[in-house]
């Protein structure tokens, strides 16, 4: 089916999955505004607040002769699809639900410039009983350490509570928080350096990622085959596609430090899509002329849902993970430093004055500055 053809079922929104950032994004705005009433006890402590980032991913306070910045994130529902594929297949899938897991607070804490220092573990299960198979606990802690040794961050520790009535038995719900250091101060990225002219680059996903698995689960149902259904020529299996693991994306912003490549901007393209790429509080447009390819399996997602490009990138990552903002000098070196690291990219657009706006001009797209609302 082409992308403009009918759908075969009736279009499946993300709403319909059960995630609805119009009725989740005002408790966050509303969080954020009472959360910035109490940046008065730092002063107590001798510290301050950066106050510019309220709002951006990773929270940022001036500790004297650097910054340390802080995040905590979830994994959401994509265990559920290991479990499920774990009953299918008969191999667990945990090492790389691990590396999504830590990838979720790595991938947002550098957007700020950190260097991502210490992980933390947060692993709640529906029952004790989840801690019995050792295989899959195993994995799990494997894929952990492989994450953390990728991102050079020690584990810290973390804390793995049993949860019946909370959690659903044989469920687990994990999440990680990361502490990171900016330092020296100048590497701080929250937007100050963002200018007209400035290009875009965006870095490959991998996948689907970490968000987007509640429409995932959704039209499965849908599917001949659930999550056995092929999704390309090769036979690759939907569930198999859907836990390739999250990129981490620090080897590359860390590497870009060592070329001298100075990231003024940065954004972590999970929920929202590409309506990520507005998260900037200044009124810009931000013209795209080159897109990258689309992973399978969010093509075959965007066709099985009867999405059109405006729903498919305002909800997936559609094969940018994650967005940097750069002098155009060092456009064409961001890139060669991201491949350098096993990551492609390109230079897909640039900064302009003007209206707040996204405008993918390839795909004759336009979102507007009321397209993202999280401050």
Not at 298 to 311: C, I, K, N
Not at 335 to 356: L, M, P, S, W
Request: charged fraction near 20%.
């Amino acid at each position: 089916m082409s992308r403009s053809a009918p759908p075969a079922s009736p279009t499946l929104s993300y709403e319909q999955a059960g995630v609805d950032y119009a009725l989740i994004d005002p408790l966050k705005v509303l969080a954020q505004r009472a959360a910035a009433a109490t940046a008065t006890q730092l002063a107590g402590h001798g510290f301050s607040e950066v106050k510019a980032s309220r709002g951006e991913s990773a929270y940022v306070v001036d500790v004297g002769p650097f910054y340390l910045a802080s995040i905590v994130e979830c994994l959401g529902s994509k265990a559920l699809v290991a479990d499920e594929m774990a009953k299918l297949t008969g191999r667990s899938y945990y090492e790389g639900i691990a590396q999504d897991t830590i990838a979720m607070a790595v991938n947002d804490l550098i957007t700020v410039g950190a260097t991502p220092l210490v992980v933390q573990a947060y692993w709640a299960a529906g029952g004790s009983e989840w801690f019995a198979d050792a295989a899959r606990a195993q994995a799990l802690v494997a894929g952990w350490q492989q994450a953390c040794e990728r991102c050079k961050v020690a584990w810290g520790g973390g804390e793995t509570p049993a949860l019946a009535g909370i959690v659903e038995a044989g469920r687990i719900d994990l999440a990680a928080s990361c502490t990171g250091l900016v330092n020296p101060k100048e590497r701080l990225s929250l937007g100050e350096k963002l200018a007209p002219g400035d290009a875009i680059v965006l870095l490959a996903s991998s996948g689907i990622h970490a968000n987007g698995l509640s429409l995932a689960r959704k039209l499965t149902e849908r599917l001949p085959q659930g999550y056995l259904t092929p999704i390309d020529a090769l036979g690759t299996h939907f569930g198999q596609a859907l836990l390739a693991p999250t990129t981490l994306y620090s080897p590359v912003t860390e590497a870009l430090w060592q070329a001298g490549i100075a990231v003024h901007y940065a954004a972590n393209i999970t929920g929202h899509g590409w309506r990520k790429l507005l998260r900037h509080p200044g009124r810009y447009t931000y013209r795209i002329d080159a897109v990258p390819a689309v992973p399978s399996v969010l093509r075959f997602m965007q066709t099985h849902a009867g999405h059109d490009d405006h729903e498919a990138y305002s909800t997936l990552n559609m094969g940018a993970g994650f967005a940097l903002f750069v002098a155009q000098a060092d456009a064409e070196r961001a890139v060669g430093v991201a491949r350098e690291q096993g990551i492609d990219a390109i230079v897909a657009g640039r900064v302009e004055a003007g209206e707040k706006q996204l405008l993918i001009e390839p795909l004759a797209l336009r979102f507007g500055d009321d397209a993202l609302q999280l401050r």
